[in-house]
């Protein structure tokens, strides 16, 4: 009784019957976002913040819109909370109906005056900062779920805010595939020929050594152990990187090079 005669004074009083607050208000919708992050991020783990701006309802008014305990009796129906309407279902036939009142929500009362912080619109626009964990070897296209997070209205509580991880491309890496990494390593003829020792810097700054003696056909593909992604829930074990080998012909030779290779393959 307090609360109803703060909120809508001795009219609210009058009217309790018709101001019973459901104990179970119906969910709100979910909001989606994407949230986009660097394959290092994924690899790593890391914490991030996003600053967000939403409904919320108005804690002034709570939500009614109006000044508290400034009301008075609804015109359209009467102060009854429902109004009778009459429905032409065809054949000339017409059938009455009782319906809540849409104007004053079925309460039987509104308000004298709007509520001068949101204006009447119950609601007012809040910005909250947002603490998200990226997990190691967390899926590209996986959701973050924070519950409760979405907008709010007085008529329903507040749904879920979705954030869908999209990883963005990296220079090197060129594609992921669960938990296995693929790029391409680019061979001069001499290393192709000859065998090469490369460092690789991986997502977490750490050199990676390759090294070959012996001939290297175009496009073969080497693969190396546990240098892939973290498992996701399970980061101490990863996957595989492929990395397939490319190699790069001079554009032309001149004649002294042609001798050169001549000689070589005769």
Same mark, same amino acid.
Request: with cysteine; aromatic share 6%; net charge positive.
């Given at each position: +009784? ?18 019973? @607050? ?5 969910? %709100?919708? *979910? ?40 009301? +008075? ?5 009467? &102060?009854? &909370?429902?109004?009778?309407? #009459? ?5 000339? !036939?017409?059938?009455?109906?009782? *319906? @809540?009142?849409? $104007?004053?929500?079925?309460? %039987? ?11 009447? $619109? ?23 779920? !924070? ?5 709010? #209205?007085?008529? #329903? ?11 963005? +491309? @990296? ?6 595939? &669960?938990?296995? =990494? ?11 020929? =000859? ?6 810097? @991986? =997502? ?14 175009? !496009? ?6 546990n240098e892939g992604m973290p498992f996701y829930k399970y980061p101490s074990q990863k996957g595989k990187l492929h990395l397939t080998m490319k190699v ?15 000689? =070589? !393959?005769?």
């Amino acid at each position: +009784k307090r609360q109803m005669y703060d909120i809508y004074g001795e009219e609210g009083l009058d009217n309790e019957q018709n101001l019973q @607050h459901q104990n179970r208000m119906p969910k %709100g919708p *979910n909001a989606r976002l994407d949230l986009s992050v660097d394959l290092e991020e994924i690899y790593n783990g890391n914490i991030k913040e996003m600053s967000i701006t939403k409904n919320t309802t108005c804690k002034k008014c709570r939500g009614t819109g109006g000044k508290l305990g400034h009301t +008075k009796k609804c015109n359209k129906c009467k &102060g009854r &909370g429902v109004v009778v309407e #009459h429905v032409n279902t065809g054949m000339g !036939f017409t059938m009455q109906m009782q *319906n @809540h009142c849409n $104007r004053c929500g079925g309460k %039987g009362i509104i308000f004298a005056e709007t509520c001068d912080v949101c204006s009447g $619109r119950k609601v007012v626009k809040e910005e909250k900062t947002l603490r998200i964990e990226i997990e190691k070897g967390m899926p590209d296209g996986h959701n973050i779920i !924070f519950p409760r997070e979405s907008e709010s #209205h007085p008529d #329903h509580s507040p749904g879920d805010l979705i954030l869908n991880v999209k990883t963005n +491309k @990296h220079r090197f890496f060129e594609s992921r595939l &669960g938990n296995d =990494l693929y790029a391409n390593i680019e061979l001069n003829l001499k290393e192709a020929l =000859l065998g090469y020792d490369r460092q690789i810097k @991986h =997502l977490d700054n750490r050199s990676v050594t390759i090294k070959e003696n012996k001939t290297t056909q175009p !496009f073969f593909i080497r693969t190396i152990e546990n240098e892939g992604m973290p498992f996701y829930k399970y980061p101490s074990q990863k996957g595989k990187l492929h990395l397939t080998m490319k190699v790069r012909l001079p554009q032309k030779l001149t004649e002294e090079e042609k001798k050169i290779v001549n000689e =070589l !393959f005769d």
